[in-house]
């Protein structure tokens, strides 16, 4: 049995703290009115007349408010000082907005993003019961205790999601404002499907479909601990597959609500494959981390070098298919250039370029490099290292899938989006640790177990 | 006298295993083992050295990728410049999305074939080359241990293989072998 050291409850502890801390502080430092924006940029030493001079290098206020004069200019027929002048408020009105949204988004994200990653260890789970596998029973206790996150974290993204689709105490999603929709006839067009109620009603299903597998599925292989049969597996397996084909359709569905309407023009058919491939990546990384954290601390005796060695095998994988599906995504609309699709990466590219291509380098090049030698799969530090670095790249990768449509130019990454992490980070580890208490590490009676601890490649 | 090599043979890899570790625990060399399908764990067993194949097949990668870069920058961009997806911007980096799936096919058929064929001249494999396996019974279900007798009492190694599960024993003098 593992109990939990007061030393990681501390440490969980203080990162919520600090991280509430920096919510808060996100929060009541973003600006109320125009005028604070106006004060705000100023302050940022980037006033008007002057962006001239900035280049890409600064905050980006400059460019925006380039865009917006250069938009006007475009508008014939109206007076030019007035015009002027209404572009100016008209651009400090579009600034507020995206500084209200950030301190929401930042928590939006981080939330997302440890939430996907306990989803993402529940379908793995999920498979490893499907495919019978042989190797992996002895991490299934760390497995169980990832998912447990799902519960917290489930209940923490459905309120959010209910804050910003039902209540409108924020205006992240640009489909949920009534008075966007009506000038706009591709929106009037989704309203069917995107609507606050339609999205709150489909996540309570997507979340209870995923809580409900999880409560059973770990009953079971608790159940199955006492017993000396294989009635609790055999079970298990039925509702792993049942669960499977929920997961694989919800999942689309979730990453189409959720994260691709921030950009409710725009649409990919092979979404929910790419945010499923980075959801297992960081699953995955987050097992062989926890794994590996355990073993140095003298838990879990009997997994090896080549369980260890399985995790980077997938880690490496999931890293590839996911590179392969970004690319794919992103070359088709590249080479097409088809306004309405490419002008999400032209986004990107223009305001995000360095998360944008920096995370690819993290979450490709990094993991190719200094995963492909089959020796190195099985040095632990190197797995933390590269496991780091690939969670650090994936939250990014949401980052950029949410800000761009919700911020805009007004980006940062400060202190609400590492209050925002640090939170999560520390709820994770603190709910995590604590489900690893509640049972036995190494599951009993599983008809697999012993070839698992035998395991050698 | 020259050396003497003893062929045992044995009908289950599990019975072979344990034997390869009893005749290099006894300090017998052991010239080659035939099997009929690859036996897990064999290599380490017997105290081969790993393969080398994966460095040769990373350096054939980095061919193809050569390869497949120099040869799009010369078709696409030097040669006949061409104007890719609209963008007529002709520079190969700017273009360089188009060019992705071909270097990755080039990166991996370099890989591939330049390993394969790399593989077949280190086993010394060509077209129409005799079987090299004493025993065709090694190609079916049977497990072909060759031991060098070395300085060792031939009998003696012959006993003791015996004991290890060999249900054959052959003595085979090395000049006629070959």
């Not at chain 1, 109620?197 to 479909?209: D, E, K, Q, V």
């Not at chain 1, 006492?226 to 990453?255: C, H, P, Q």
């Not at chain 2, 290599?43 to 097949?57: F, N, Q």
């Not at chain 2, 096919?105 to 086993?123: D, G, K, N, P, Q």
């Amino acid at each position: 049995m593992y109990t939990l050291p007061s030393k990681l409850r501390l440490f969980a502890i203080v990162f919520m703290v600090i991280g509430a801390i920096g919510i808060v502080s996100g929060f009541l430092s973003a600006p109320s009115s125009t005028a604070e924006v106006k004060e705000m940029m100023a302050a940022h030493g980037d006033g008007h007349g002057a962006e001239a001079s900035h280049g890409e290098t600064n905050n980006s206020h400059g460019e925006a408010h380039n865009e917006s004069e250069a938009a006007s200019q475009a508008v014939p027929g109206e007076g030019q000082s007035e015009d002027a002048h209404g572009s100016e408020e008209e651009h400090l009105e579009h600034t507020l907005h995206q500084m209200q949204n950030r301190p929401w988004s930042a928590l939006y994200i981080a939330c997302f993003f440890f939430f996907m990653i306990a989803l993402g260890c529940l379908a793995f789970y999920a498979i490893q019961f499907a495919a019978q596998a042989g190797w992996s029973p002895v991490l299934f206790r760390v497995m169980e205790a990832i998912t447990a996150y799902l519960v917290p974290g489930g209940i923490i993204m459905f309120v959010l999601l209910a804050m910003s689709g039902v209540l409108h105490m924020n205006h992240i999603f640009v489909w949920n404002d009534a008075e966007v929709v009506a000038h706009d006839k591709l929106l009037q067009g989704k309203a069917g499907w995107l609507n606050g109620t339609a999205m709150l009603i489909r996540a309570a299903i997507f979340l209870g479909g995923w809580l409900l597998y999880r409560h059973f599925a770990v009953k079971f292989s608790r159940n199955s601990d006492n017993e000396t049969d294989n009635r609790w597996f055999k079970k298990s397996f039925k509702i792993s597959a049942g669960f499977l084909v929920f997961f694989i359709y919800t999942e689309s569905m979730m990453s189409w609500d959720w994260l691709m309407s921030f950009d409710p023009h725009w649409f990919s058919t092979l979404y929910g494959w790419y945010v499923f491939a980075g959801m297992m990546v960081c699953a995955i990384t987050t097992i062989a981390i926890i794994t590996i954290y355990l073993k140095s601390k003298g838990y879990l005796e009997f997994v090896n070098d080549s369980h260890i060695h399985d995790l980077g095998k997938f880690m490496f994988g999931f890293s590839i298919f996911w590179t392969y599906l970004w690319f794919s995504q992103f070359m088709l609309i590249w080479y097409a250039n088809i306004p309405e699709e490419v002008t999400y990466f032209v986004t990107r590219i223009e305001q995000f370029k360095l998360p944008f291509f920096g995370m690819v380098a993290m979450n490709f090049i990094f993991p190719v490099l200094l995963l492909m030698n089959s020796d190195y799969k099985r040095v632990n530090w190197f797995i933390v290292l590269t496991g780091i670095v690939i969670l650090a790249g994936h939250y990014i990768d949401i980052f950029v899938m949410v800000m761009p449509g919700t911020v805009g130019n007004s980006w940062y990454i400060g202190i609400p989006e590492l209050g925002a992490l640090c939170f999560f980070f520390g709820l994770f580890i603190y709910v995590v640790f604590t489900a690893l208490t509640k049972a036995p590490l190494l599951v009993k009676n599983n008809p697999f177990v012993k070839e698992s601890k035998q395991y050698h490649y | 006298m020259a050396s003497k090599v003893i062929h045992a043979i044995y009908n289950d890899d599990d019975i072979l295993m344990q034997a390869v570790k009893e005749v290099r625990a006894e300090k017998y060399h052991i010239e080659e083992v035939y099997t009929p399908f690859p036996v897990h764990g064999l290599d380490k067993v017997m105290g081969l050295e790993p393969t080398r194949i994966a460095i040769t097949s990373f350096m054939y990668g980095l061919v193809g990728l050569a390869v497949a870069i120099t040869m799009m920058n010369f078709i696409m961009i030097e040669d006949w410049p061409q104007d890719i997806g609209g963008k007529p911007s002709f520079s190969y980096i700017e273009n360089m999305p188009a060019f992705v799936p071909i270097m990755f096919e080039l990166t991996v058929f370099f890989a591939a074939h330049l390993m394969v064929i790399t593989f077949y001249m280190r086993s010394k494999l060509w077209p129409f080359k005799k079987a090299e396996n004493p025993d065709v019974r090694t190609t079916d279900d049977h497990f072909l241990m060759a031991v060098d007798t070395g300085h060792h009492d031939a009998e003696e190694v012959a006993n003791f293989l015996r004991g290890t599960g060999a249900i054959e024993i052959s003595l085979i003098d090395k000049d006629e072998d070959h």
